[in-house]
């Protein structure tokens, strides 16, 4: 039931929030626009709770990588996959046990702030600079925080970004990377997910009515990936990274404003 009273699955304003959330999220899983993704779940919450939309969103995902894996079989980086993971774990269960003590205003907060740096360092730095090799220590921690935002949001690309973006992967290879690292990770969220209780009737059934425009958009998205150069994509990543920034920033700003004074 949504805010008004009205089942989700017959509500139209819920379905003008949805259906380009889910294009959205599709898009970036086929590799074009890279942090856009995060958007979705605030994009759905003009309608439903956080909670309920990331519950919705989490089968529809799970189809989404699918397509994603299939698109970019092949394609991807173990080193850095054998990193990230397991910081990933970690985070998925820190997420699932302190994720209620912290707000989602603080979340959004959180995840604004890291992006919107992570950018202004990446336009603002030399030149010259190097482009950066894997690494334990940063890839175990970028992999945590991305575990941590994507079990409460489904919002773990703009961390993951913070770490392969800098590496300069070809595009194709970064963009499998993401899809084997999304895959494993939304497949272990199904364990805490359910044991909450987020797959009630109405989710699971709004889900499947959605579903359908999980594969439409991931194939847009790798459609548009193969028609624009490696540099173009790049720059529509760190843009589109640092728009999601503003907007987190400014709706995690508001809320916990309104929620404190």
Same mark, same amino acid.
């Given at each position: 039931?949504?805010?008004?009273?009205?089942?989700?699955?017959?509500?139209?304003?819920?379905?003008?929030?949805?259906?380009?959330? %889910?294009?959205?999220?599709?898009?970036? *899983?086929?590799?074009?626009?890279?942090? !856009?993704?995060? +958007?979705?779940?605030?994009? /759905?919450?003009?309608?439903?709770?956080?909670?309920?939309?990331?519950? %919705?969103?989490?089968?529809?995902?799970?189809? /989404?990588? $699918?397509?994603?894996?299939?698109?970019?079989?092949?394609?991807?980086?173990?080193?850095?996959?054998?990193?990230?993971?397991?910081?990933?774990?970690?985070?998925? +269960?820190?997420?699932?046990?302190?994720?209620?003590?912290?707000?989602?205003? /603080?979340?959004?907060?959180? %995840?604004?702030?890291? $992006? @919107?740096?992570?950018?202004?360092?990446?336009?603002? *730095?030399?030149?010259?600079?190097?482009?950066?090799? @894997?690494?334990?220590?940063?890839?175990?921690?970028?992999?945590?925080?991305?575990?941590? &935002?994507?079990?409460?949001?489904?919002?773990?690309?703009?961390?993951? =970004?913070?770490?392969?973006?800098?590496?300069?992967?070809?595009?194709?290879?970064?963009?499998? &990377? /993401?899809?084997?690292?999304? $895959? +494993?990770? =939304?497949?272990? *969220?199904?364990?805490?997910?359910?044991?909450?209780?987020?797959?009630?009737?109405?989710?699971?059934? &709004?889900?499947? @009515?959605?579903?359908?425009?999980?594969?439409?958009?991931?194939?847009?998205?790798?459609?548009?990936?193969?028609?624009?150069?490696?540099? &173009?994509?790049?720059? !529509?990543?760190?843009?589109?990274?640092?728009? +999601?920034? %503003?907007?987190?920033?400014?709706?995690?700003?508001?809320?916990?404003?309104?929620?404190?004074?």
């Amino acid at each position: 039931i949504n805010r008004i009273g009205v089942p989700v699955i017959i509500d139209p304003f819920f379905y003008l929030c949805a259906v380009p959330a %889910i294009l959205i999220f599709g898009m970036a *899983k086929g590799g074009f626009g890279g942090g !856009i993704a995060v +958007v979705s779940v605030p994009l /759905m919450s003009l309608a439903i709770s956080p909670i309920q939309a990331a519950a %919705i969103l989490l089968p529809i995902l799970l189809v /989404m990588d $699918a397509v994603a894996l299939w698109s970019f079989r092949g394609q991807w980086d173990r080193p850095n996959i054998k990193i990230l993971l397991p910081g990933a774990v970690i985070g998925i +269960v820190l997420g699932s046990i302190g994720f209620r003590y912290l707000s989602e205003d /603080m979340i959004r907060i959180l %995840i604004g702030v890291i $992006a @919107v740096l992570f950018c202004l360092n990446y336009w603002f *730095k030399p030149s010259s600079a190097k482009a950066q090799g @894997v690494s334990i220590i940063r890839g175990g921690f970028w992999g945590a925080v991305a575990g941590f &935002t994507s079990f409460g949001i489904h919002a773990g690309g703009p961390p993951v =970004n913070m770490y392969l973006l800098p590496q300069r992967l070809e595009k194709s290879l970064l963009m499998g &990377t /993401m899809a084997i690292f999304f $895959a +494993v990770v =939304n497949v272990i *969220k199904l364990i805490p997910y359910s044991l909450q209780g987020s797959f009630d009737h109405t989710n699971l059934l &709004t889900a499947a @009515v959605l579903m359908p425009l999980a594969p439409v958009g991931v194939r847009l998205g790798f459609y548009l990936l193969h028609k624009v150069s490696e540099k &173009t994509i790049y720059r !529509i990543c760190y843009f589109f990274l640092f728009i +999601v920034g %503003i907007k987190l920033l400014f709706d995690g700003g508001q809320g916990a404003w309104s929620t404190y004074f």
